[in-house]
């Protein structure tokens, strides 16, 4: 039987994301193919990790796209892109504690660009009043990620509904970001 290389990684992201520290062997298992199938393809765990890189930023970017998060109200546009992005949450919570990314002085492009992307949101709603100008939209996009992740790694634990994602991570967020109109 041929191995899809998407569904190992996706196996391999959701093993990950629950256990950063788990073996190749783990990683095989759970993608339903031998230590020796997984090895030809992904010549060891770096190369693995550089994969799901790829493939964590062609969905975050592609989160993005669907999520119109240029288009419309930005508190709106924040809200989308967290539902768009909660698919993917244990692949993103896994890629941003992944330090081996972060490692010395190269940053993926890709990364850069979706943080363009999600900081120019940010930006954008400081402009129309939407969220507080005295957080740097970089900040608000960082803490989005976290975010993200955290409630990731809860709700694999069991220890919050993964029905409420999108409910705790916007108003967390927007709780925080928002501007308090003063009377």
Known sequence: MAMDREQVLRAAATVLARKSTATMDEVARAAGIGRATLHRHFAGRAALVKALESLGIREFEAAIDRAGIDQGDTVDGLRRLIAEMEPVAELLAFLVTENE????????????????????????????????????????TEALYGLIGACAWAAMDGRVAKNDFQFMIAELLLGGARRSVQK
């Open 101 to 140: 990314l972060f490692e010395g002085d190269e940053i993926d492009e890709g990364w850069a660009r979706l943080d363009a992307r999600v900081s120019a949101l940010f930006r954008r709603g400081q402009e129309e009043g939407a969220f507080r100008i005295d957080l740097p939209a970089a900040w608000l």
